[in-house]
Structure formats: structure tokens, C-alpha cells
Nanobody, 121 residues
Framework: QVQLVESGGGLVQAGGSLRLSCAAS????????VGWFRQAPGKEREFVAA???????NYADSVKGRFTISRDNAKNTVFLQMNSLKPEDTAVYSC???????????????WGQGTQVTVSS
């Protein structure tokens, strides 16, 4: 069993930056792929970025060049550095882990509760 806890969300002005963290329990977390997803009010959840255990990454086109996903396996933590934020990035951001270590998938086994990111114009 893996538990995921997100942190780092908040209110920021357009053009600003935030760094989200996804802290996990479980010794095998370092072998899992981890993804970030977001869901804005009235919209479906969408993929943001994912990282494999070895550090390969995948990004949604809407965040390429602005967001960076990374991980510290020793600390069981995955990060999402978000720069040049836009009002349309406003959403609840959730991290998720999949035991298959696949970064091109929407199928994840464990989910966190999410953290709110609000970008003001």
C-alpha cells in the first residue's frame, strides 16, 4: 500500500512560480512511475506530467517548457516545479503512482487527495 500526500499549492499571480511536492510512504515507491494530474472546476481531470523511477519524463503540451517534474527517491518525494503560471493553470493538482512504471498511461494505482493551485490574473 502506498499513501501519497501533496503539498505546496497556493495562490500566486500570473507569471509566478510554485513547487508542488508529492510525499509517499512505502519502500517500493522508488520503483513506481509518478504522475501529476489536475482538475479545474467543471472540467475533467487532465494529465500534466509523469516521471519513471529512472527519471524519464513526459509532459502535456500545455505545460511543456514551463513545468518540470523531478524526484528524489531517497526521500520518496516527487516534485512539480511550475513556472510562468497562467490563470488557466488554476486547478486541484493531484499526484498518482503506478506500479507498472509507465509514464504514457492514464492508469494509476494510488492517488493523493490533491492540493489547490490558484493563479490570479
Amino acid at each position: 500500500q502506498v499513501q501519497l500526500v501533496e503539498s505546496g499549492g497556493g495562490l500566486v499571480q500570473a507569471g509566478g512560480s510554485l513547487r508542488l511536492s508529492c510525499a509517499a510512504s512505502g519502500r517500493t515507491f522508488s520503483r513506481y512511475a509518478v504522475g501529476w494530474f489536475r482538475q479545474a472546476p467543471g472540467k475533467e481531470r487532465e494529465f500534466v506530467a509523469a516521471i519513471s523511477w529512472s527519471g524519464r519524463s513526459n509532459y502535456a503540451d500545455s505545460v511543456k517548457g514551463r513545468f518540470t517534474i523531478s524526484r528524489d527517491n531517497a526521500k520518496n518525494t516527487v516534485f512539480l516545479q511550475m513556472n510562468s503560471l497562467k490563470p488557466e493553470d488554476t486547478a486541484v493538482y493531484s499526484c498518482a503512482a503506478n506500479t507498472a512504471n509507465v509514464i504514457y498511461t492514464a492508469s494509476y494505482d494510488y492517488w493523493g487527495q490533491g492540493t489547490q493551485v490558484t493563479v490570479s490574473s
